[in-house]
């Protein structure tokens, strides 16, 4: 098992709206699709940072979600064009894949 932990940059004055995003439809349409989310976080003193975490039993489970997430056409017409419209591209979106700990309660 790992987990990816994502961190995004919006664009100013767009992280609200894109946390809103997230949670009621980006969020949703991933799980039901099958991805596990861990958690969503907002920077406490940076206006722009959003980082999310998501968990994969294996290599294997993370292309097949990926494929069923980002080649669906909810994705590709209404979801993604949402992204591209917040996220500020320039500062690049950064994604780790990461392990937890044996007594990481996030197992």
Do not use: C
Not at 46 to 66: A, G, K, P, T
């Amino acid at each position: 098992m790992f987990f990816e932990l994502r961190t995004y940059r919006t664009k100013p004055g767009m992280l609200d709206q894109w946390a809103k995003v997230m949670d009621e439809r980006i969020i949703p349409f991933q799980i039901s699709k099958g991805m596990v989310v861990v958690g969503s976080f907002i920077g406490e003193d940076e206006e722009d940072l959003y980082v999310w975490i998501r968990r994969f039993e294996s290599d294997e489970q993370r292309d097949q979600l990926y494929r069923a997430v980002y080649e669906d056409s909810v994705w590709k017409n209404e979801l993604k064009p949402l992204a591209d419209e917040m996220l500020d591209r320039k500062k690049g979106i950064d994604v780790k894949k990461i392990l937890a700990t044996p007594k990481s309660v996030v197992q």
